[in-house]
């Protein structure tokens, strides 16, 4: 099973996250290239990870929209550098990365 990573220039520390999880491959989506727009969810993708800094909101809605359709977990992330657990939330993404 994957993950797809949509957005953010760095996104080792999710990569490391999800391996250390013990997660199969990480897809990663720049969000910068026109083609983005035309690409859709693989079919393997057991969640979505929306990187917030520098991702086209029409993309983000797309996926967004897509992985929902789906009913895949779509968890959105400030930055690609900032993974940290976060106590407060009950299912974030270091949570859900962790689970498995």
């Not at 983000?60 to 900032?82: D, H, I, M, N």
Request: hydrophobic share 40%; aromatic share 4%; glycine share 8%.
């Amino acid at each position: 099973m994957a993950i797809l990573v949509v957005g953010g220039d760095s996104v080792s520390a999710i990569t490391e996250r999800a391996y250390a999880g013990g997660h199969g491959c990480v897809e990663h989506w720049s969000g910068r290239k026109t083609r983005d727009l035309m690409r859709s969810i693989p079919k393997d993708t057991e969640a979505v990870v929306l990187v917030l800094d520098r991702v086209n909101h029409t993309l983000a809605r797309k996926v967004r929209t897509e992985a929902s359709r789906r009913g895949l977990p779509v968890f959105f992330q400030k930055r690609g550098r900032q993974v940290r657990a976060a106590g407060d939330r009950p299912l974030d993404l270091m949570h859900w990365l962790d689970r498995k």
